[in-house]
């Protein structure tokens, strides 16, 4: 085992152990929290859950302030599954997945222990929209580009209608101009993600 991933699982046990001490008068949170440490490596901290994440658990640890959240929930592919017993055994059909946690506190040690594993988790859920923009744009930038070749065939063919294509074409072009702009933006923004 790799000395970051050990030092990750290290991580892990702590937060988890860290959040049954803070947490004895929530049974919910207990069941959950002994599933999690009878195999730490298959969880992940995450700020929020992604779409149809397969199996999550959303962890509110409250101890100086009311909240007014459930003190366990559980997901299984987007589902809201409302006891940890339920979720466990459906849970059980997915023994290699990972399992997205995602935790509410007021407690500063565990907020200081969570944060840059949670923030991990936020710069690759970044990563990704940012990638998901960036094929999204192209897609639009050759869509104009290809509007405006059609155009520019147009013009050649038909002399009658040059001022309103010569209109169609400023849009084009403007289309362009501006998804490159942005295009060259999101790049530069991925690369001080990636760094």
């Not at 290290?10 to 929530?26: D, E, F």
């Not at 002994?34 to 969880?43: E, F, H, I, K």
């Not at 999101?186 to 001080?192: A, F, G, P, W, Y």
């Amino acid at each position: 085992m790799s000395e970051e991933i050990g030092s990750n699982l290290t991580n892990v046990r702590r937060i988890l152990s860290h959040l049954a001490r803070i947490s004895v008068n929530a049974p919910a949170i207990q069941i959950a929290v002994g599933y999690l440490l009878a195999d730490p490596r298959r969880v992940r901290f995450v700020s929020q859950f992604g779409e149809g994440q397969g199996l999550g658990m959303a962890i509110s640890a409250h101890r100086r302030i009311e909240i007014p959240l459930a003190p366990w929930q559980g997901f299984i592919n987007g589902v809201p599954v409302p006891d940890p017993l339920l979720w466990i055994d459906a849970a059980g059909s997915m023994p290699s997945t990972f399992v997205a946690v995602r935790i509410s506190t007021d407690d500063m040690e565990l907020i200081q222990r969570l944060a840059p594993m949670v923030t991990a988790d936020r710069e690759r859920h970044e990563r990704i929209e940012l990638t998901d923009r960036v094929q999204s744009l192209r897609q639009e930038l050759d869509r104009a580009l290809d509007l405006y070749n059609e155009v520019r065939n147009v013009m050649e063919v038909d002399q009658d209608r040059q001022a309103e294509l010569t209109k169609f074409l400023g849009i084009a072009e403007n289309e362009m101009h501006g998804l490159g702009q942005e295009l060259k933006f999101l790049k530069e923004r991925l690369n001080t993600v990636d760094e």
